[in-house]
């Protein structure tokens, strides 16, 4: 009987071993910064020039 506790409890802090490795890989860890790059700041402007006595007017989109 004490052998199949001894080998349960030394199989059961393999497994655990084996598994903690594989756990941490998985952990995604989320700062204020990180969040910040998914929000761009962006603006558009009219841009208007004269190209042979024409009014030319872009609409330009600048994010940060």
Do not use: E, F, G, Y
Not at 49 to 54: D, G, L, Y
């Amino acid at each position: 009987m004490k052998n199949i506790l001894l080998a349960s409890a030394i199989a059961l802090a393999t497994a655990s071993v084996a598994i903690a490795p594989t756990q941490a890989a998985t952990v995604v860890i989320k700062t204020h910064d990180h969040m910040r790059m998914h929000h761009n700041h962006c603006r558009t402007k009219w841009v208007t020039t004269w190209r042979h006595h024409q009014k030319i007017v872009k609409k330009v989109t600048a994010c940060n």
